[in-house]
């Protein structure tokens, strides 16, 4: 009888580990998520802690919290941009005018593909398209010019993944649905991070490129435009498209004239224009693009609705109480003691689950035990807790997909690398980038207004 009573009493744990253990066999997540909830609800029900009846609150919970939901709109939008982006064309131009602007520079080449990432991640926002294309681009440019595949790989696959953190991030707009925050506060305050994990990378590439040359031969100075009015239209046609692109979508946002749906409309106009300026539409090309996009929100409301069946039979089963008592239990009490465990739990699961399962499964549980602990004074009155907790997050799911064995951008890669280059020297080559980004987490929990500043400064956080 008293074992009876346990389980009933632990059917949260007992849901989460089940949930783990199936994930790892590898069945679809969503289908996953969908399947404990209402197996762990039917269980719950055997056990008297689950009321029949509320298994009846499930459809109108998906379809009020997701299908209706506005900020979710926005995802279609900017998954068809940044499809109709990677296929128009701009890339090609804006790698040739970085490479010859960074030629005098050591390792300018990889820096140059760095800025490129974070150009065309402020354009498309999705990590595989982002990371297919700088690798069909890039790799064979390095490889040809002497640099060693460690540092090629590395670089392409670390700038690739810049698209999931600076905005416009489907990252962000399902974080921000998830915890009630503003997408356009989150989009404000991803921005200097961002920034901040670009040039922490641009200043690695030069100690490595200054420390080991023969790894990062310089470019020839004979390479590109050999005066000023041929440098001046190449720069002009390479940085006018993404620029037009970048500012008709965060533009708009940050200066109030649409929301991020709006916005992510706009964007994607301004991606077929750019398409039809590098002739480069057609209507095969239209038919790829939304095929690809489809599928693509197609996975991601899939799972989308399966974590919402997950969190809500959860959190009726007693959940949340559930993991303070656990943290409790573990001597994890104060604020920085939980925002740390979070921290290596968000790194750890990283190296096995993709961003969205993480942020469906972590957010919920965390988010409302982090947000009423004191973080003061180094977090005012923790006005602005929310915002900066899911930024951390976000800068330190950027290694979830770098780390073996299921990092995605490894597996983008692998499947558009010529065979001369195999996983060891994919795997060898992301160590340091993923060092450097959890430096990047830790910057901005030491110095939240590397977070915090844009968003006030535009009046997110008043």
Not at 211 to 226: E, H, K, N, V
Request: glycine share 10%; aromatic share 12%; charged share 10%.
């Amino acid at each position: 009888m008293e074992l009876y009573y346990w389980f009933g009493d632990h059917l949260a744990v007992l849901m989460f580990a089940v949930l783990t253990i199936i994930m790892f066999v590898g069945y679809p997540v969503a289908f996953v998520l969908g399947g404990v909830a209402l197996a762990f609800g039917a269980l719950g029900i055997v056990f008297d802690v689950f009321r029949p009846g509320q298994f009846y609150a499930l459809i109108p919970r998906i379809w009020g919290g997701a299908v209706q939901n506005p900020a979710l709109i926005a995802i279609p939008m900017f998954v068809f941009m940044g499809t109709m982006l990677e296929r128009s064309g701009v890339a090609d131009q804006l790698l040739r005018a970085l490479q010859v602007l960074t030629r005098r520079v050591p390792g300018g080449l990889a820096m140059s593909v760095t800025l490129m990432g974070t150009i065309m991640a402020a354009s498309t926002g999705i990590v595989g398209a982002s990371v297919i294309m700088l690798t069909l681009i890039a790799l064979p440019t390095m490889l040809e010019r002497g640099y060693s595949k460690e540092l090629s790989t590395g670089t392409i696959a670390s700038a690739g993944t810049l698209g999931i953190l600076i905005p416009p991030s489907i990252m962000l707009v399902i974080m921000g649905d998830l915890m009630s925050v503003s997408v356009g506060t989150l989009f404000t305050a991803s921005i200097i991070p961002g920034l901040v994990l670009s040039g922490i990378y641009l200043v690695y590439i030069g100690i490595f490129a200054f420390l080991r040359p023969q790894d990062a031969p310089p470019m020839a100075l004979d390479i590109g435009p050999q005066n000023a009015a041929e440098l001046t239209r190449m720069i002009l046609r390479s940085f006018l498209p993404p620029s037009f692109l970048i500012f008709v979508v965060l533009g708009s946002i940050f200066g109030g004239f649409a929301t991020p749906t709006e916005a992510g409309g706009a964007g994607s106009l301004g991606a077929i224009l750019l398409a039809i300026w590098n002739k480069r539409l057609n209507l095969k090309t239209m038919r790829e693009v939304l095929e690809s996009a489809a599928l693509t929100n197609a996975l991601v409301f899939f799972i989308i609705f399966g974590a919402t069946l997950f969190s809500y039979v959860f959190r009726a089963l007693g959940g949340d109480d559930l993991v303070a008592e656990i943290l409790k239990a573990l001597g994890i009490n104060t604020g920085w003691e939980i925002m740390t465990f979070v921290m290596v739990l968000v790194f750890i699961m990283g190296f096995f689950f993709d961003w969205l399962e993480i942020c469906l499964i972590v957010l919920p549980i965390f988010a409302p035990l982090l947000k009423v602990l004191d973080f003061t004074p180094h977090l005012a009155a923790n006005k602005d807790f929310l915002a900066w907790f899911l930024i951390l997050v976000a800068v330190n799911l950027q290694s979830a997909f770098l780390t073996p064995p299921f990092g995605f951008a490894l597996f983008y890669m692998k499947g558009t690398v010529p065979p001369s280059v195999n996983m060891g020297h994919i795997y060898r080559g992301i160590i340091p980038f993923v060092i450097l980004q959890l430096l990047a987490v830790v910057a901005c929990i030491i110095w939240p207004e590397i977070v915090l500043w844009l968003p006030r400064y535009f009046g997110f956080l008043d």
